[in-house]
């Protein structure tokens, strides 16, 4: 991942505040330290993604249409269970992305559950996206991220 990340801050240092921010969360007396896990949309779920690259013993970790990464060195690095949810007709993140995605982690015998809701496009959970929202759809995705989450950091 040679990439600049969303925000701009470089692979590093993106990683050693995402793995910062996991030491915070296990230093806490409130904090079962071995049931944390990762959720984010969009640019946000680039870094649901990262932290399960940086974060071997993560949990579990949710991608709502984040960036993916298909690099063998990366992938081999992601141990946490995954829920992938994308739009099928997003334009920034495609079926073959997801695909590429997809079959890589299970090549390596990862846990990862992919959803595709065929007429939406990006950010479609998003409320505030007056073109693209689409309720339904968001509804089915949450019910599916708590069943999820559920089930991997009871």
Not at 39 to 58: E, K, N
Request: net charge neutral; charged share 25%; glycine share 12%.
């Amino acid at each position: 991942m040679a990439h600049e990340l969303a925000r701009g801050l470089p692979e590093d240092r993106a990683g050693r505040d995402l793995r910062a921010a996991v030491a915070f969360l296990r230093s806490q007396p409130n904090v079962a330290k071995d049931r944390i896990g990762s959720i984010g949309w969009c640019m946000g779920g680039g870094y649901s993604l990262q932290t399960a690259l940086v974060v071997p013993d993560l949990a579990a970790t949710v991608i709502n249409y984040g960036h993916l990464v298909t690099e063998p060195e990366s992938l081999d690095k992601i141990h946490a269970p995954i829920l992938g949810i994308f739009g099928g007709k997003d334009q920034g993140i495609t079926a073959d992305d997801i695909g590429q995605f997809e079959a890589a982690l299970k090549k390596r015998g990862r846990r990862i559950e992919i959803k595709i809701y065929p007429e939406a496009g990006h950010a479609f959970e998003n409320p505030n996206n007056k073109t693209g929202y689409r309720a339904d759809d968001a509804a089915d995705a949450w019910k599916l991220t708590v069943g999820f989450l559920a089930a991997n950091l009871k």
